[in-house]
């Protein structure tokens, strides 16, 4: 497997790979992952879809791609994954993958064309005192001592932020701003998470640190991500003849050593309470799915909190991967990851509004028609002072295809699932769904008198517990997620976000395809190259740019630090003017 860049390879089709129809290949679960591995081996390697298993401890596929109408609870919403131009991947994947709305087209065309009629962006990126515009006017507000700290941890090696947490780069001065809110809230950092995994998302995105406080940077699908993205793929893998085996729980995978020759042997699973084995030999791909951040998700409803019956490490994933890390080393470390459940949870919540009585409350705030079938927020709006640090979006409604179109779903998360609320005084944790409703009613400015009888007559509330789901922010160092690939492996790898992949970030819908494409590209010896990450981090452009955006529009002679000082002071900036550094500089405004 190896990279590439430009269009030259990505327009290319592969040659067959050898000896490939005496194949067959066996994917462990069926997120998005797991269902891109699959993709890639009919379209790329040319695999006969009757020689592929997906193995499902589920009776549906999608992972946490999720979104469902549960007839005993109402819709629900895990979670939603944001999306930009330059995933490579993801796109490479669904320009092939057929559109199961409009006949001749692809999802990515569909996609396409939605995101430029229809462009994403927030009008109020946060709210304070129960819905009123928090002004945070597009600003980071970045003192320059934390500015100055940004760009340390840019610079700071990897192995330098091995177990280290963002507390320990960063103080209250970096806390209290703008930049800091826009990031943990958009994507759900804490501050004992990975430094590590913070840096690494400022590289991957300083393309689109401009696009942090409006969202204009991001783009989304027309429906939840389980129509719009899983049922494509589930129809084109069904079409190729690919067997979906549902009720079958894998516990572990046997491998044999052959002298540093690692050989998946045996695949050991659950089904109808039986247990069961299906042997392998070299000709036979294992993929695995290693770890899931929505593992032992809990699911309340409108009169019930969820009830959290795992304790830490616990969990099916975690199991299965426990069970083969502990044949090699290089198979990775998951305690790392699924060891402190009370660092690594949070709690979103789905709400559906029954009548008209809520919408002119989210209306007033997103300043846009909640019915229009377009972008409503925009994406989340952090309601700043709120106790649980609250977050709630409605993307383009209908969000299920069936859905009532005098219906809106709202998806709400609060970051702080062990805090009392301020209208409703308990935890996240604790609450129900009409409660979860209730505190975000007072939060949206509805009056306190009417809270109680619309959060019980004019919404439903399904609250979901997830207890993994940023495992993967904890601290970590090289080895403790394995390698897609491990070394020495010759039928066997790992996909998702909890195997590594050089320099991609985790909880993004890309990384999960980007493991899925070169771990079939590996396996199967296919001879093109997989796309090359975005290389905004060193581009001088993308760099000026995103400097000038966090600066607020201050130049950099008014920075008092001591290095631009010096810069001035030996006049390297009149030195520049008339060159092509002066005109770049000019460009992003920063002189």
Not at 132 to 142: G, I, R, S, V
Not at 179 to 188: D, G, I
Not at 228 to 256: A, W
Request: glycine letters at 6%.
């Amino acid at each position: 497997m190896y990279y590439s860049k430009g269009n030259y390879e990505a327009f290319a089709r592969p040659e067959k790979p050898k000896d490939v129809d005496r194949k067959s290949a066996y994917l462990v679960g069926s997120g998005l992952a797991s269902l891109a591995a699959a993709c890639f081996l009919v379209r790329d390697g040319q695999m006969k879809g009757e020689h592929i298993h997906i193995l499902e401890q589920l009776k549906v596929p999608g992972g946490s791609c999720d979104g469902i109408d549960d007839p005993t609870r109402g819709y629900v919403m895990r979670g939603g994954r944001e999306m930009e131009d330059h995933f490579e991947c993801l796109w490479d994947l669904f320009r092939s993958i057929p559109s199961i709305e409009t006949e001749g087209v692809s999802v990515l065309d569909e996609y396409y064309w939605l995101n430029k009629h229809d462009p994403n962006s927030s009008l109020c990126r946060a709210t304070l005192n129960r819905g009123q515009d928090a002004h945070t006017d597009n600003k980071f507000e970045l003192s320059d001592k934390a500015a100055m700290e940004i760009m340390t941890l840019f610079f700071t090696p990897d192995e330098q932020l091995y177990d280290k947490t963002i507390d320990d780069v960063f103080d209250e001065e970096f806390y209290k701003s703008n930049f800091w809110l826009y990031w943990q809230t958009m994507f759900a950092f804490e501050t004992w998470h990975s430094a590590l995994e913070m840096k690494l998302y400022i590289q991957r995105f300083v393309h689109h640190i401009g696009g942090l406080p409006d969202f204009s940077a991001l783009k989304f699908t027309k429906y939840n991500q389980y129509e719009s993205l899983i049922l494509p793929m589930v129809r084109y893998l069904e079409g190729h003849g690919v067997r979906f085996e549902y009720d079958t729980k894998v516990t572990n995978v046997q491998f044999e050593n052959d002298n540093g020759k690692k050989i998946a042997k045996q695949i050991i699973y659950v089904r109808d309470g039986r247990e069961d084995s299906i042997d392998l030999i070299e000709d036979d791909l294992v993929f695995v799915t290693n770890g899931c951040c929505t593992d032992s998700s809990a699911y309340g409803d409108q009169n019930h909190a969820p009830e959290l019956k795992v304790k830490d490490g616990e969990g099916d994933c975690w199991e299965l991967w426990r069970n083969i890390a502990a044949q090699d080393p290089s198979f990775g470390h998951p305690e790392k990851f699924c060891s402190d459940i009370g660092k690594s949870n949070w709690e979103s919540a789905t709400i559906t509004t029954l009548d008209n009585r809520i919408p002119p409350y989210i209306e007033k705030i997103c300043r846009r028609d909640p019915f229009s079938g377009n972008v409503v927020t925009g994406g989340i709006v952090t309601v700043k002072d709120s106790g649980w640090y609250m977050s709630w979006t409605l993307n383009r409604q209908q969000q299920f295809k069936a859905q009532p179109k005098d219906q809106l779903c709202v998806w709400v998360y609060g970051l702080y699932t062990d805090r009392p609320g301020d209208y409703i005084k308990k935890p996240m944790k604790e609450c129900t769904g009409k409660e979860i409703t209730e505190e975000w009613l007072y939060h949206i400015g509805v009056p306190e008198e009417e809270i109680e009888e619309l959060a019980e007559k004019s919404a439903v509330c399904v609250p979901v517990m997830m207890p993994y789901i940023t495992a993967f922010f904890m601290p970590r160092r090289k080895g403790d997620r394995p390698d897609v690939v491990p070394e020495g492996c010759v039928n066997f790898a790992f996909l998702g976000q909890f195997a590594e992949t050089p320099r991609d970030t985790i909880f993004t819908t890309e990384y999960s395809v980007r493991t899925a494409m070169e771990a079939v590209y590996t396996l199967l010896d296919i001879d093109r190259g997989v796309p090359e990450v975005w290389g905004s981090a060193y581009d001088v452009r993308c760099l000026l740019d995103a400097t000038s955006k966090m600066m607020d529009g201050k130049k950099i002679t008014d920075i008092k630090l001591p290095f631009i000082a010096e810069l001035v002071e030996k006049k390297a900036i009149k030195r520049a003017s008339g060159t092509i550094i002066g005109e770049l500089l000019q460009r992003y405004h920063l002189i």
